[in-house]
């Protein structure tokens, strides 16, 4: 019985058609009830693609019920894009990167039609990642409030830092003076949080990284706290304001708002076709191994 199929990818130029292309073919000789997203369909019928008669859903409303899996196209962050699509269904995503190589995008376009056999075949895992959440007085994200990365508070300009105070599960933990406060999941330890200090950490392990910005302080350092920890942050600015961002997206918030994180009540899926390990893409991405006494 063959797989329902969503697919949404990132935008293309005209030396990467033939590359789309030879993925197309791959996708449709495997899958044979696709449902695109409408920006995704649109960019395809623009390149000529021969699609009309393919189904679409809107990127605002989300995929609908009743598919089986999700194939993000593009790099990590349209993987990113493709879970606020999926929201609290918990369709397992594949991520197939057509760029640089990703921490969730993984597969390469020469690997994908091989990849769609083994799912296909039912040999596959699906990996659950603990999504963050951020609530406020105010509904900063239009109800998708949540990420598999991180949440940024930060300032909204370049001139003065701004002070966050910090509390877990209501009790004070420290007034950060910094340009920002990083709230990372494991998954996005390897994001944001990675370029402001936090530790690597393997993404199965329940934990949030709680990582300055930039601190005044030099002896204050990246903090690992339980999931299940309920994270509040009040900010004074000069500025009367600051920003908030989950992942890609962000708003810029009045300064009187209190801000609540805390672990999602659903999770993300990620699709692992055998083979794809963490620790490879690791050695891979940041050029691990290559000490010559290795």
Not at 106 to 111: A, F, K, V
Request: glycine residues 8%; aromatic residues 6%.
């Amino acid at each position: 019985m063959s797989l329902h199929i969503a697919i949404h990818g990132k935008t293309f130029t005209p030396d990467t058609k033939t590359l789309i292309e030879k993925l197309w073919a791959d996708i449709g000789a495997q899958m044979a009830h696709i449902v695109l997203s409408e920006s995704f369909k649109t960019h395809l019928v623009s390149h000529g693609f021969d699609i009309a008669n393919l189904d679409a859903y809107s990127d605002d409303a989300g995929i609908p019920a009743g598919i089986d899996m999700a194939l993000s196209i593009g790099g990590d962050g349209t993987l990113l894009e493709t879970l606020t699509h999926i929201g609290a269904l918990e369709i397992p995503i594949l991520g197939i990167n057509t760029g640089r190589l990703g921490f969730l995008a993984t597969l390469s376009p020469p690997e994908v039609g091989p990849a769609l056999q083994q799912i296909n075949a039912g040999n596959y895992l699906i990996e659950n990642r603990c999504l963050v959440s951020v609530q406020s007085d105010i509904d900063l994200f239009a109800g998708k409030d949540f990420g598999l990365n991180e949440v940024g508070i930060m300032k909204t300009d370049t001139s003065s830092m701004i002070q966050i105070k910090a509390f877990v599960d209501g009790n004070y933990l420290n007034t950060y003076w910094a340009d920002g406060v990083i709230v990372s999941t494991a998954t996005g330890s390897t994001g944001y949080s990675l370029s402001v200090g936090g530790p690597l950490v393997m993404p199965s392990s329940d934990i949030f990284i709680i990582a300055p910005m930039s601190p005044h302080n030099l002896n204050v350092r990246p903090l690992v706290v339980s999931s299940s920890s309920k994270l509040r942050f009040e900010v004074s600015s000069r500025s009367q304001n600051f920003l908030v961002s989950i992942d890609s997206r962000s708003k810029a918030v009045d300064s009187k708002i209190a801000i609540t994180v805390q672990k999602a009540e659903f999770v993300a899926k990620i699709v692992k076709i055998p083979g794809d390990d963490f620790l490879q893409t690791l050695r891979n991405k940041l050029n691990w191994g290559l000490d010559i006494r290795n």
